[in-house]
């Protein structure tokens, strides 16, 4: 069956950085969109960003110029580099898979001094 797992979430610092990884599972990885979003206690999920099979990214007008999508296609892995990281950055962060509508459980980002 379809899995996504998240890890790399934590404390830090504003100005920080950190490195989100999504290991995907049961499909054929390379093939798909993968997407992330975060959703902030008391507010509604929101996307991040986009990669697309053949590696074109998108964003969201927030995180432009701060975060990065990329993906490895041998480890069936999606990543999302996060640099300057804002006290408004703090939230879940999950990865997603809308043509096969799944989802993983998320990691807890929290930027605070």
């Known amino acids: 069956q379809v899995q996504l797992v998240e890890s790399g979430g934590g404390l830090v610092q504003p100005g920080g950085s950190l490195r989100l990884s999504c290991a995907a599972s049961g499909f054929t990885f390379s093939s798909y969109a993968m997407t992330w979003y975060r959703q902030a206690s008391g507010e509604e999920r929101k996307w991040v960003a986009t990669i697309y099979s053949g590696g074109i990214t998108t964003y969201a007008d927030s995180v432009k110029g701060r975060f990065t999508i990329s993906r490895d296609n041998d480890k069936n892995t999606v990543y999302l580099q996060m640099n300057r990281l804002k006290p408004e950055d703090s939230a879940v962060y999950s990865c997603?898979?809308?043509?096969?509508?799944?989802w993983g459980q998320g990691t807890q980002v929290t930027v605070s001094s």
């Open positions: 997603h898979v809308l043509a096969l509508s799944a």
